[in-house]
C-alpha cells in the first residue's frame, strides 16, 4: 500500500481460536504447524482476491482490501477451507478462526496501516466467535448484490474511540446459515392453542399485534422502537417480536439477553436466539423484572 494518508480501505483480521489449546492438545510442533497452515491459508485468500497482507502477529494476520466486497469473498473463502481441513481431524483437536472487517481511513506507514478504522476492525474480530465474519454498518454499506444480502445485524457494542454504540453485523459465508441463525428453542410447557392476537403492555401503553395492520415490533432503548424501554442494560434495538404462522416468536438481538417469565412459572432466557412467546407472562430486556415494575413488559396471548 503507498504511503500516504485518509486512504480508504477494507481492514480484515483472521486469528485462530483457542490456539493455547491446540498447543495443549496437540504439543508444540504439530501445534505450530497447525497455526502455520491456518496462517498460509489466510494469505493465499488474502491476495486471490487483491488483498495485501499488512503483518502477521503470532495467529493472527491484518489485511487491507480495495473493496469491501474483495474482503468478505476473502474471509468467506478463509472459513471454507479452514472449516473444511478441521472437520478431518480428529475431536478435541478441530481448528477454527474468526475474522473481523471494517471499511475505513487508514494512515499507511513503513508497511504499516493506523487510524481509528483500524482500531474498530480489530474490535469486530474480539466480538466474533469461532467460525464468524462480523462487520460494521459503514462495511455493509459498501457491500453489494449477495453479500450485502447476508449480512444481519446481531447485536451492538462499544468500540473505541466511539461515543456511542455500533451495530454489529455478522456476514453469513454459507448461504444456508441465512436461514438458520435463528432456530426456536422448543418449550418444555403442554402445547397450547395457537395464538391469534398479541398484548403487549408497558407503562400504562397497550400494543395490540396480529391485527392486519401490525404484526411485529421492536424493542430497545432508542426512540424509534414500537416500545421504548431505558436502561443500561437495554440494548438501542434489544429485541423484536414477530408473527409466524399465526404465533409470536421473540429475536433477541441483544448484549445482555432477554428474560421470558411465563405466568404458569416457566422461565426462559434468550440471548441472539428466539423463543416462542405464548400464555401470558412478563418479558424483562437484560434483566428479570417482576410483573408491576418499572422495567416489566407483560404479555398475553389471545386467540
Same mark, same amino acid.
Given at each position: 500500500?503507498?504511503?500516504?494518508?485518509?486512504?480508504?480501505?477494507?481492514?480484515?483480521?483472521?486469528?485462530?481460536?483457542?490456539?493455547?489449546? +491446540?498447543?495443549?492438545?496437540?504439543?508444540?510442533?504439530?501445534? /505450530?504447524?497447525?497455526?502455520?497452515?491456518?496462517?498460509?491459508?489466510? $494469505?493465499?485468500?488474502?491476495?486471490?482476491?487483491?488483498?495485501?497482507?499488512?503483518? @502477521?502477529?503470532?495467529?493472527?494476520?491484518?489485511?487491507?482490501?480495495?473493496?469491501?466486497?474483495?474482503?468478505?469473498?476473502?474471509?468467506?473463502?478463509?472459513?471454507?477451507?479452514? @472449516?473444511?481441513?478441521?472437520?478431518?481431524?480428529?475431536?478435541?483437536?478441530?481448528?477454527?478462526?474468526?475474522?473481523?472487517?471494517?471499511?475505513?481511513?487508514?494512515?499507511?506507514?513503513?508497511?504499516?496501516?493506523?487510524?481509528a478504522a483500524v482500531h474498530t476492525a480489530n474490535r469486530m474480530t474480539s466480538q466474533a466467535k469461532a467460525g464468524q465474519i462480523l462487520t460494521t454498518a459503514v462495511t455493509v454499506e459498501q457491500?453489494?448484490?449477495?453479500?450485502?444480502?447476508?449480512? $444481519?445485524?446481531?447485536?451492538?457494542?462499544?468500540?473505541?474511540?466511539?461515543?456511542?454504540?455500533?451495530?454489529?453485523?455478522?456476514?453469513?459465508?454459507?448461504?444456508?446459515?441465512?436461514?438458520?441463525?435463528?432456530?426456536?428453542?422448543?418449550? @418444555?410447557?403442554?402445547?397450547?392453542?395457537?395464538?391469534?392476537?398479541?398484548?403487549?403492555?408497558?407503562?400504562?401503553?397497550?400494543?395490540?399485534?396480529?391485527?392486519?395492520?401490525?404484526?411485529?415490533?421492536?424493542?430497545?432503548?432508542?426512540?424509534?422502537?414500537?416500545?421504548?424501554?431505558?436502561?443500561?442494560?437495554?440494548? /438501542?434495538?434489544?429485541?423484536?417480536?414477530?408473527?409466524?404462522?399465526?404465533?409470536?416468536? +421473540?429475536?433477541?438481538?441483544?448484549?445482555?439477553?432477554?428474560?421470558?417469565?411465563?405466568?404458569?412459572?416457566?422461565?426462559?432466557?434468550?440471548?441472539?436466539?428466539?423463543?416462542?412467546?405464548?400464555?401470558?407472562?412478563?418479558?424483562?430486556?437484560?434483566? +428479570?423484572?417482576?410483573?408491576?415494575?418499572? +422495567?416489566?413488559?407483560?404479555?398475553?396471548?389471545?386467540?
Open positions: 500500500m503507498a504511503e500516504g494518508l485518509g486512504k480508504e480501505v477494507a481492514i480484515l483480521f483472521a486469528d485462530v481460536v483457542g490456539s493455547t489449546h +491446540l498447543y495443549e492438545a496437540m504439543g508444540d510442533e504439530r501445534a /505450530r504447524d497447525t497455526v502455520q497452515q491456518c496462517l498460509k491459508v489466510m $494469505r493465499e485468500a488474502t491476495e486471490h482476491f487483491g488483498g495485501t497482507v499488512i503483518k @502477521t502477529m503470532g495467529d493472527e494476520i491484518m489485511a487491507t482490501f480495495p473493496s469491501a466486497d474483495d474482503a468478505m469473498s476473502a474471509g468467506s473463502q478463509m472459513q471454507k477451507r479452514i @472449516t473444511s481441513a478441521s472437520q478431518q481431524r480428529p475431536e478435541g483437536t478441530r481448528v477454527a478462526i474468526r475474522i473481523g472487517c471494517h471499511f475505513g481511513p487508514v494512515v499507511a506507514e513503513d508497511r504499516d496501516i493506523f487510524g457491500l453489494t448484490g449477495e453479500w450485502r444480502a447476508l449480512a $444481519r445485524q446481531i447485536d451492538v457494542a462499544t468500540v473505541k474511540g466511539h461515543s456511542s454504540e455500533m451495530a454489529l453485523f455478522e456476514v453469513m459465508w454459507q448461504p444456508e446459515e441465512a436461514t438458520s441463525m435463528l432456530p426456536s428453542i422448543s418449550w @418444555t410447557a403442554p402445547e397450547v392453542p395457537a395464538a391469534g392476537r398479541l398484548r403487549l403492555r408497558f407503562r400504562g401503553k397497550e400494543l395490540v399485534l396480529g391485527d392486519s395492520s401490525k404484526t411485529a415490533a421492536s424493542m430497545g432503548r432508542a426512540d424509534e422502537n414500537d416500545v421504548v424501554i431505558k436502561g443500561n442494560l437495554i440494548s /438501542r434495538v434489544h429485541a423484536r417480536i414477530d408473527m409466524r404462522k399465526n404465533r409470536f416468536v +421473540l429475536i433477541d438481538e441483544s448484549t445482555n439477553g432477554t428474560f421470558i417469565q411465563r405466568d404458569d412459572g416457566e422461565e426462559v432466557y434468550v440471548r441472539r436466539d428466539s423463543a416462542e412467546l405464548s400464555g401470558s407472562g412478563v418479558i424483562g430486556m437484560g434483566r +428479570l423484572a417482576a410483573r408491576g415494575t418499572p +422495567l416489566a413488559i407483560e404479555y398475553s396471548c389471545e386467540e
